[in-house]
């Protein structure tokens, strides 16, 4: 269980977190961060009237975010960082927290157990082993990986937290023929499990005798 207890005792962090979820908010805060601009200046760039504006800036306000400099009839508006630091630490927290949780993840994942008899007999539609180059489509790491497959076909593996769990989206696009996403939607289907094995502390299936079982499954239920 992950608990993160620190915040403001006036929940001036909820407010901030308010303040920027809305785009054209945030839009504004990033023009500030190149110079202070009037409420005219924050408002041309968006089809909203100076009254829209106001309302934007005056949530900012409120948040600590902005600070608003009068001059005659001339508004003009600063940006105060300073409360993004409490946000930035929150998130910071979280992040930490996944990164290892990653961490734990890839190093299991490199361990290997290729002792005899632990993997299955080998399917003999399967030669020796199978190498392939693959483009890096998209990385953002540690939420998403995407990349070719064989040069036709891409994967795309996303993680998303969920409580003290994450969830693993897994998608092939683009396999062509039924045989292909036999094989592959088997293929994936065994790692996966083994994966899950692993992390809870369970022995692995031997893959391939997974694999024949998830084909054989696949080939019953998807259509000719």
């Known amino acids: 269980m992950v608990e993160y207890k620190r915040d403001t005792p006036d929940g001036s962090l909820d407010i901030v977190f308010q303040a920027l979820a809305d785009p054209t908010r945030r839009a504004m805060l990033q023009a500030l961060a190149g110079q202070p ?34 001059q005659g009839r001339v508004h003009t508006c600063h940006l105060d960082a300073r ?24 190093a299991l994942l490199r361990t290997r157990d290729d002792s005899p008899g632990k993997s299955g007999e080998r399917p003999e539609e399967f030669g020796g082993e199978h190498r ?25 593996i996303d993680l998303e937290p969920r409580g003290n769990d994450v969830l693993l989206t897994l998608v092939h696009r ?9 094989m592959h939607g088997a293929g994936w289907h065994a790692h996966l499990d083994l994966l899950v094995d692993r992390v809870g ?24």
Not at 201 to 213: E, H, K, L, T, V
């Open 37 to 70: 601009r009037t409420v005219g200046e924050l408002a041309a760039p968006f089809e909203i009237s100076l009254a829209g504006a106001s309302k934007h800036i005056q949530v900012l306000e409120r948040a600590g975010l902005i600070r608003r400099q009068v």
């Open 132 to 156: 392939q180059q693959s483009r890096v489509i998209e990385c953002d790491p540690p939420r998403r990986l995407a990349f070719t497959w064989d040069g036709d076909s891409d994967v795309t």
């Open 174 to 182: 683009h396999l062509g023929n039924r045989n292909r996403v036999l």
């Open 201 to 224: 502390g369970q022995r692995p299936a031997p893959f391939w005798d997974s694999w024949i079982a998830l084909k054989a499954d696949y080939d019953a239920r998807l259509p000719a």
């Open 83 to 106: 409360p993004l630091h409490a946000g930035a630490e929150w998130i910071g927290h979280y992040e930490r927290f996944w990164n290892r949780k990653l961490d734990a993840l890839e």
